[in-house]
Structures are given as C-alpha cells and as structure tokens.
C-alpha cells in the first residue's frame, strides 16, 4: 500500500465523526479537500487537522440547523437551549445549597435535628438531582429535536408547557411525596423565578406555533434538504436533479 | 460576521471554487495569515448554505474524486457588500484618528 493510499484510508474513518445526512453529502468532498491539502509523503493524518474534523463533526451533530429564514423557529430554539442552560444553574446552586439540608429546610420554616438531617441528606440530594435533571434533558431533547424541523417536538413542547402551567398554578400539589417538590428550587428564591420561567416557555411556544415557523415543521419524511430545495431559487430544482446525475457517477461513497 | 466567514465569502466573490481553492484563495487574501481546515471549512459552508448566503453551482469528478463548487446567493452577495462597507467605514475612521492622534504628537 502507497504512503497515499494508506493516508486516504486513515481519512476515510474520519468523516464518521459527522451525522450520516452530513456524511453522504460531504464525505467524499471533505476526502478530497484533505487529500488535496496532504504534503507529499504524508502517511498519517495530521492531530491538528484530526481534532478539527472531530470537533467540527461533534458541533454538526449537537448545534440546531435552522436556517436564517426560520426566524421564530431559531428563536425559540435559542431560548429552549437557554432554558436548558438555566435548569443547569438552578441544579448547581441547589446542590450548593442542600450541602446543608438544614439551611435548606430552614428556607421553608422547617427546623430538623442533626440525625434527621443526616438521614434526609442522601435521599434528598438523589432525588432533587434527578428531579432537576430531567428538566434539563427535556429542553435539549426538544430544542435538538425542534431545530431539526421536528413536528412532534413543536407539540410535546407545547404539551409540556400546558403542564407546566397547571404545575405553576398548584394543581400538582397532591402528588406524592409532598407535591411542592415540583416547584421547590425555584420557590425557593421567590415566585419570580418560575414565572419567568413560564414566562419563556410561553415565548417558547408562540414562536413555534408563529406562522413564519410553518414552513420549517414538516410531517415525518420531509427532509430539510426538501424543505431548501422548496424554498430556493426557481431552476434550482433542475440544478439538483442535474447534481443528483453527476453523483451517481462517483466511485463509491465514504 | 466572522473573519473567516467573510474571507470565504470573499474567495467566492469573483466565481465559484470548490472547497480546495477556497482554503488556498482564503490563504491568499489573508497574505498567509488565516489557513482553513477541511472541517472548519464544511462547517462553514453548510452554516452559509443553510443561511441561503451560498449555493451550490456544480459537482465534478477529477481523477476520480468529487469536486463541490460553491457561489455566492444575491443574499451572499448583498451580505458581503454590506460587511465590507462596514468594515471600510470602520477601518478609515480608525485611520483618519491614527494620523490626527500622530500630528497633534509631532
């Protein structure tokens, strides 16, 4: 095997970094632009240009892809991701606060002994953990989803914004144990807190369900490729089936 | 709009270029300076075509391999005019206080 055979075979691995729709449009073009940029005698790929195409392939699966055109849509994906990032900061300083169970509990008027306290800390501390994870999980899986022109997202989000606002109102306060878990971090700097955070899920969803977000939330099997080649410039449709020819001509696909 | 955005949209400004010659015409316009990876450079472009600031022109296969061209969009093109102008606005104010500030020191 040839220094460049060997070197073109390193780089093949590495467009699996990126996600598959990425990786069958670009692969075999990125293979090129390496290829083409590689000194002569060069064997191995290079570690900066290795830790570029991962980083980059790792931002293309995580980032959102909505178009500028999008506006509402980007928006709301912005403020679900901030959303996310503020469940975040609320989860750090809970745990920086039940570090002393006592304090916390003294936040609601409760007094405990020291055994009680030892004993509440463990099972509080898990339970809190995940209870404020959950959010957090929720709002990238639906802000991901959404920014990908997920139809279902638009409506779970919404759905979970109608839950929400029953949770702010009370009406969960007969869940078990005590029901004020559901809004315990936030109440505990005051109400101003989670109304702000309704307050965003409300912006939330009347961005989503904006008219200008429409066109963006497709039904199942409608691609966003679809979705450009729709909104583009009239011959364009007749450019990418010309395009479409000259791929089937290509060796093979990385 | 960052620098490398508006180097690659630079590069496109006078034609179509395949990813290659982008990275050699950015490198060229920057005198050395800015040298494109292959992953920051697809990164980009797909960020500038899901903006609708590129398109792609054409596809071509050269010693077997697949070349991608890429064009500037009318709102491509509108952008980079406007960031230039921008920019040149920016840059003569900065030098028009960089020759006052040195004759009030001579």
């Known amino acids: 095997m040839t220094g460049q055979e060997h070197l073109e075979r390193a780089y093949r691995r590495l467009p699996g970094w990126y996600p598959r729709e990425f990786r069958r449009e670009h692969g075999q073009e990125i293979l090129a632009v390496l290829m083409a940029g590689a000194p002569d005698g060069q064997r191995r790929p290079g570690l900066a240009q290795s830790a570029d195409l991962i980083r980059s392939g790792l931002w293309l699966r995580l980032r959102p892809s909505v178009p500028r055109s999008a506006r509402t849509v980007r928006a709301a994906v912005k403020l679900m991701y901030a959303g996310a990032v503020a469940s975040t900061v609320n989860l750090i300083l809970l745990l920086a606060v039940i570090a ?15 055994a009680q306290a030892s004993q509440l800390t463990t099972q ?14 929720v709002r990238l899986w639906m802000a991901h989803a959404a920014g ?15 839950a929400a606002t029953l949770n702010l109102t009370g009406a969960f306060s007969w869940l078990p144990p005590p029901g004020i878990h559901l809004t315990l971090v936030p109440m505990a700097y005051g109400p101003a807190l989670p109304v702000l955070y309704w307050l965003a899920g409300l912006a939330v969803v009347w961005l989503l369900w904006r008219p200008g977000s429409r066109a963006f939330f497709r039904p199942p099997g409608y691609t966003q490729a679809q979705h450009q080649a729709q909104t583009a410039e009239p011959g364009h449709q007749a450019q990418m089936a010309e395009l479409a020819r000259v791929r089937a001509r290509l060796p093979r696909q990385v | 709009m960052q620098e490398a955005t508006f180097l690659i949209l630079t590069a496109l400004a006078d034609g179509a270029q395949h990813g290659y010659g982008i990275i050699t015409d950015v490198q060229q316009i ?5 040298r494109l990876r292959a992953g920051t450079l697809y990164m980009a472009l797909n960020r500038l075509r899901a903006d609708e600031l590129i398109a792609v022109d054409r596809e071509e296969v050269v010693d077997g391999r697949l070349r991608r061209y890429y064009r500037l969009t009318p709102a491509g093109t509108r952008r ?24 009030m020191a001579t």
Not at chain 1, 100 to 114: E, N, P, Q, R, S
Not at chain 1, 124 to 137: E, G, H, Q, R, Y
Not at chain 2, 30 to 34: F, K, Q, T, W
Not at chain 2, 87 to 93: E, I, N, P, R
């Open chain 1, 100 to 114: 002393d169970v006592k304090v916390y509990h003294a936040i609601f008027g409760y007094h405990l002994t020291a």
């Open chain 1, 124 to 137: 509080f501390i898990t339970v809190s953990v995940l209870w404020d994870l959950v959010p957090v999980a």
């Open chain 1, 148 to 162: 990908r022109g997920r139809n279902w997202a638009r409506i779970v989000s919404t759905l979970l914004f109608g």
């Open chain 2, 30 to 34: 920057s005198g050395g300076r800015v």
């Open chain 2, 80 to 103: 980079l005019a406007d960031e230039a102008a921008r920019l040149q606005a920016h840059a003569a104010v900065a030098l028009r206080r960089l020759n006052l500030a040195g004759g």
